[in-house]
């Protein structure tokens, strides 16, 4: 039993913002935003829009495409690390979807490399647990977690959805042909949005002699803190390093790849990669420029423009691969 892409979609939330909208909020400029990240515009959900309606609005364009009613899914599974439930968004897609015969529904936390997660994942159920239709979603929030006063990570991140659809298949069509994933928690201190100390004033309410001060109540994250420079080292160092190991397993090398996607993070990692894999810019997939770092929805995003236009055609072979906080990194040998 195999596995195969057949269909994607992607939603972006309508207020974009330029470099040089974000010059009026911070000490920046459009040359330095550009030149040092490749990005030039990003899209920014505003207080009132949902994360789920957008994720939504990507699941049912990946449905569409594939021409598979909601109800023939089985399992649908949100890679986020924003949820706007602490407990999960992936069954309110679910809902939203209309899937009527209650398939499983989960979401899968792994930051930028959540994609990549949730695309084996799906691999797994269906080439393991008789799954037939899984909907693998990437979609993040980070500016609801962007410090808009630091001037070193806010020009960086953007909001969208991403979605493909995939679906049991014969072996001899399969379309995951290998893949390598790794997680390192000694690199958190790099990148991380850590929830919020409380310790003291839970001590400051205990004093009071009341049980209630120091019971725990309510909670929140803090900013983004990020180590640009390390994550930028962590990120050209393992990717190209798990590429290889991918395509090794698969039997493959570097020439059968027709095309590099990457988590879209910044366009200098991208470039440093596909340098180091020797492969020329022409088979490289990059929409940064337009959403900047929009974590887990980057990679399927940029593989839903790159079909829609036709770069990307069936029978194609993509290497990706997505990496990010946790520290986690991970690469997926597929076709289209
Ligand atoms: N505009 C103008 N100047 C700036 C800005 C800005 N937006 N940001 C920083 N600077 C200044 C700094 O203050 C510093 O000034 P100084 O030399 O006077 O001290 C100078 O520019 C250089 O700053 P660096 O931080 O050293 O710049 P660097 O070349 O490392 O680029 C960047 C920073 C773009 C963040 C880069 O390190 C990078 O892209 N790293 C990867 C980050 C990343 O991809 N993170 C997401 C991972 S995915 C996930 O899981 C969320």
Not at 273 to 286: G, H, K, M, N, Q
Request: net charge negative.
């Amino acid at each position: 039993r195999g596995c195969k892409l057949v269909g994607c979609g992607s939603a972006v939330p309508s207020l974009q913002i330029s470099n040089d909208d974000l010059s009026k909020i911070v000490d920046t400029n459009d040359e330095w935003i550009s030149v040092r990240t490749g990005i030039r515009n990003r899209r920014i959900l505003t207080g009132k829009d949902s994360l789920t309606d957008l994720a939504t609005e990507a699941a049912r364009k990946a449905l569409q495409m594939a021409e598979v009613d909601p109800e023939e899914v089985d399992l649908v599974l949100m890679c986020t690390s924003t949820p706007e439930d602490l407990f999960g968004s992936a069954p309110q897609i679910q809902k939203a979807l209309g899937c009527k015969h209650n398939p499983l529904a989960y979401d899968i936390t792994a930051a930028c490399s959540g994609f990549v997660l949730g695309l084996v994942s799906a691999a797994c159920y269906i080439k393991g647990g008789g799954f037939k239709n899984v909907l693998v979603i990437g979609a993040d929030a980070l500016s609801r977690y962007v410090d808009w006063n630091d001037r070193g990570s806010c020009i960086l991140f953007g909001d969208a959805a991403g979605a493909v659809l995939m679906q049991a298949c014969d072996s001899d069509e399969d379309g995951l042909f290998s893949f390598d994933m790794h997680s390192d928690g000694e690199g958190q201190r790099h990148l991380n949005a850590k929830m919020k100390e409380r310790e003291k004033e839970h001590h400051e309410l205990g004093t009071n002699g009341s049980l209630l001060g120091l019971l725990p109540r309510g909670s929140s994250y803090s900013c983004i803190q990020m180590n640009g420079k390390e994550v930028f080292r962590f990120a050209v160092r393992v990717v190209p390093h798990s590429i290889e190991l991918a395509l090794a397993k698969a039997g493959l090398t570097r020439s059968s790849i027709d095309w590099l996607l990457l988590h879209q993070a910044n366009q200098r990692i991208i470039d440093a990669v596909a340098t180091r894999l020797e492969l020329s810019s022409e088979r490289v997939i990059s929409n940064l420029a337009n959403y900047g770092n929009t974590s887990a929805a980057s990679i399927p995003l940029a593989l839903d423009e790159a079909v829609r236009s036709g770069k990307v055609q069936a029978g194609h072979t993509i290497a990706a691969a997505g990496f990010g906080a946790g520290l986690t990194w991970g690469s997926a040998i597929i076709r289209w």
